[in-house]
């Protein structure tokens, strides 16, 4: 959710994310959010081989059957002077607090410098 002015370019630089010997890939960024716009989500797939994936819906129990309890996500974004920025984001196995079984929650926003993988 983008609670200020526009931001562009949102994504994962690079787009893998370990998840102990396996990788959470992220396909897509989003062009464009502004505050209007409410939610965004980006596309994942779990990569467990070269060959082999699952798709992000199934994260919670790739989680639960992994015992993996947490997984930390850098995401950055720019704003409309080219100036980046970066949120840290953390996904927690919680059935206590969620129906979905998992919890999204933020521990740093700030200056960041422009990812190497992005090309535009």
Known sequence: MNDGEPAYEIGVYPGK???GAYKLCFENTIRRLTKNDGEAQLSTWIERSKSE???GNDLFHFMRENNIVNVT???RY???S???YRSVCHIERDVVHSR???VITSSYRGRAWKPKTHTA
Request: hydrophobic share 45%; glycine share 12%; net charge negative.
């Open 82 to 84: 080219e100036k980046w």
């Open 78 to 80: 720019k704003d409309s």
């Open 73 to 75: 996500i850098p995401i």
């Open 17 to 19: 994310v370990s998840l």
């Open 53 to 55: 994936g699952i798709l």
């Open 100 to 102: 979905d079984g998992l």
